[in-house]
Antibody
Framework: QVLLVQSGAEMKKPGASVKVSCKASGYTFTSYYIHWVRQAPGQGLEWMGV????????NYAQKFQGRVTMSSDRSTSTVYMELSSLSSEDTAVYYCARRDYYGSSGFLDYWGQGTLVTVSS | QSVLTQPPSASGTPGQRVTISCSGS????????VNWYQQFPGTAPKLLIY???RRPSGVPDRFSGSKSGTSASLAISGLQSEDDADYFC???????????FGGGTKLTVL
């Protein structure tokens, strides 16, 4: 079965960076894009960007341009999301999700369990 | 401020039919399909509806989606206590070049 397993909770100080991993299994890793979505406490969902494991190309949300880096390790079917210059406003649960297609439109059909990142001095 | 607009809350009693609206613009709902996600506290979102009105395997047919112009709706018929959750709409936005979400609707089954 399709599984996305994320790394554990992180606690970081303001100004630091965090790198969250998302290990995929149960499907051909390079055949599906991986999206990253975050959710601040008590808030809605916020899209951060998408990564193509086939060619390594990312597409970042404008809000995170210059501060986020998505990458992958094809040997372990793992996608990474690194966010730098953290502030308290980055405290959130970070999710990876696989994109599938219906016609020409995509949807997120499988999600990781989420990784809580807490930024506090 | 979310790009897609949803009511913050909705409620109904068991057996009732409730609808949740999602309003967008020509650059998102008006030109792309709408997906709906269900989320329980402390868990990851789950795909509920994709392509406006299609259900993934395992999603009861009590859930249905529709779209008209730049708005979409999620309908839940025969409301059950286990439907008590948060619901989010989403679509690709051509102008922003990314996925946009609604702010979410907290559905309470009374």
């Amino acid at each position: 079965q399709v599984l996305l397993v994320q790394s554990g909770a992180e606690m970081k100080k303001p100004g630091a960076s965090v790198k969250v991993s998302c290990k995929a299994s149960g499907y051909t890793f390079t055949s599906y894009y991986i999206h990253w979505v975050r959710q601040a406490p008590g808030q809605g969902l916020e899209w951060m960007g998408v990564f193509n494991p086939s060619d390594g190309n990312p597409n970042y949300a404008q809000k995170f341009q210059g501060r986020v880096t998505m990458s992958s390790d094809r040997s372990t079917s793992t996608v990474y999301m690194e966010l730098s210059s953290l502030s308290s406003e980055d405290t959130a649960v970070y999710y990876c999700a696989r994109r599938d297609y219906y016609g020409s439109s995509g949807f997120l059909d499988y999600w990781g369990q989420g990784t809580l990142v807490t930024v506090s001095s | 401020q979310s790009v897609l607009t949803q009511p913050p809350s909705a409620s109904g009693t068991p057996g009732q039919r409730v609808t949740i609206s999602c309003s967008g613009s020509s650059s998102n709902i008006g030109s792309n399909t709408v997906n709906w996600y269900q989320q329980f506290p402390g868990t990851a979102p789950k795909l509920l509806i994709y392509g406006h009105d299609r259900r993934p395997s395992g999603v009861p047919d009590r859930f249905s989606g529709s779209k008209s112009g730049t708005s979409a709706s999620l309908a839940i018929s025969g409301l059950q206590s286990e439907d008590d959750a948060d619901y989010f709409c989403a679509a690709w936005d051509e102008s922003l070049g990314g996925v946009v979400f609604g702010g979410g609707t907290k559905l309470t089954v009374l």
